[in-house]
DNA sequence: TAATAACCTACTAAATCGATAGGTTAATAG
DNA sequence: CTATTAACCTATCGATTTAGTAGGTTATTA
């Protein structure tokens, strides 16, 4: 299951992805458009600057920011932040691989060959959209 | 991510699709030879007894079996019904459906459309693959 | 200097996970 | 008929994660 974080996430950097301008768009705005609590929000949004995504400005007229352009940001990059590994198990995690304490062979284990796959198929598809794609 | 009671049950299901006879195979051995504890492995056996992907067997000699011809199990089926949806959001899963109480129209939504097609691709690999095909 | 909005730290209620404990029931062997 | 075996059932539990809430501080602008 996708965690709301997440899905916030996602869903506040296409409301971000759809200003006309590229004026700096503020928290409460996109909380109350979206029907997010407002202090989630806020840290989801930290962690999407933090991590190269955002650009914010303080004070009145402040807010948050695209840093690249749409087009430039795959939903991989931003699940990987939000979400964590998107393998299924973290045997066949790309970017979060870890061993399963259970599994003494990886190559024979059943589970492995199909998350395998699951794995490559949803990297294609998290791969091909772009922020562009959902706006 | 998955969970281990998945997990566990796809390679107790994987264990007893590969034994040569069709005698029933005990929890203890699966347990031992998958390293799985024994007591967990039970409650996942009879899940899968209940609806219907194993028959089982009191006693000495007793066991599990498997009720269909491992060709005709799609890894699907017993997703379903180990992890519950397959879908990474309830408004986009074919049997789970559920409505988001954030999101006021499902058709505009960036996320319903991402997950959407996350989902059409997971199903294709997980249908296409049966337990045979775990062997 | 007041208002604004990002930023930071700490806490928490509820749910889920991966078990463990301690039995009961039914089938088989001797 | 009895002992053994292995499935079956119910309850509980510690640890972790999730989705927040609370209450502030810092930096920018009017």
Redesign the pocket.
């Known amino acids: ?8 996430g996602i869903k506040a950097l296409t409301f971000i992805a759809r200003q006309p301008e590229r004026n ?7 909380a109350k458009s979206e029907n ?5 929000l ?2 989801i ?2 962690i999407l ?2 991590s190269g995504f ?11 920011y695209l840093i690249k352009e749409p087009e430039d940001i795959k939903m991989t990059a931003i699940i990987r932040v939000l ?2 590994p998107i393998a299924m198990v973290p045997c066949v995690s790309l970017n979060y691989y870890e061993k399963c304490d ?1 599994c003494p062979d990886e190559k024979t284990c059943s589970v492995h060959k199909l998350m395998i796959q699951v794995r490559d198929s949803t990297l294609n598809v998290l791969g091909d959209n772009t922020l562009a794609d959902l706006t």
Chains 1, 2 share one sequence.
Request: proline share 2%.
């Open positions: 299951m996708l965690s709301k974080k997440t899905k916030y700096p768009v503020q928290t409460s705005e996109i997010i609590s407002q202090k989630f806020e840290s949004l930290l600057r933090k955002l650009g914010s400005k303080k004070g009145k007229g402040g807010g948050y979400e964590g259970d």
